[in-house]
């Protein structure tokens, strides 16, 4: 400010890091990239769907379909058009990286994420517009072919990955405004999540 009157940055970072979205192409040649999602698919119902007792006990927790009728028991239909985020605890452990990553010493990550079955229910049954986790991925850390990303991306719904606050957030009845990356041909990107409730 002193030099210029004003002060700018430059930013320069990988894709796929931090709390970000993962768009359709990021698992599909050919698929819809971040900036031409669809605006109305990104202010969705959310659905919190809580496996954090169950990861405390099971570092490779996912949530099965069961988890998501269990969800729908209590609250209702999963809303056509929503985003389905596990809560499964982890965010806990961000102050400490190694806890986070949790890698074992063959260097094998242990979280937990989504199971694929639970990712075609929502994908051809409820019709959600994404999915979300509050790990570093859609699947579970130890996954050698990305099963959930592989139902929810080459199907054009997109994903979200280290998603803070989801133990502040009621199970159902919130609002999520995501805020999306506009890059062209943007397989993903830092994402800026609202929960209105």
């Not at 769907?49 to 239909?77: F, K, N, P, Q, Y």
């Not at 260097?107 to 989504?114: E, I, N």
């Not at 994908?123 to 139902?151: F, I, K, N, P, Q």
């Amino acid at each position: 400010v002193e030099r210029d009157g004003y002060a700018s940055a430059e930013l320069r970072y990988v894709e796929h890091t931090g709390t970000h979205l993962d768009a359709p192409s990021h698992f599909l040649a050919g698929g819809a990239t971040a900036d031409a999602l669809a605006a109305g698919s990104l202010v969705a119902p959310l659905a919190v769907v809580s496996i954090a007792a169950r990861a405390a006990r099971d570092d490779d927790a996912v949530v099965t379909v069961d988890d998501l009728l269990a969800w729908e028991r209590r609250h209702g239909r999963i809303p056509r058009g929503a985003v389905v985020a596990m809560h499964s605890g982890w965010e806990a452990r961000l102050a400490e990286p190694g806890r986070f990553l949790n890698a074992d010493a063959a260097g094998t990550l242990h979280t937990p994420g989504w199971s694929a079955e639970a990712a075609r229910f929502l994908v051809e049954e409820r019709e959600v517009a994404g999915a979300a986790s509050d790990t570093l991925s859609l699947d579970r850390g130890a996954s050698v072919d990305y099963e959930a990303h592989r139902v929810f991306l080459p199907a054009g719904r997109y994903g979200l990955e280290n998603v803070a606050g989801l133990d502040r957030v009621p199970p159902s009845g919130a609002v999520l405004v995501v805020g999306a990356p506009k890059h062209a041909g943007a397989t993903g990107g830092p994402a800026r999540l609202l929960a209105l409730f």
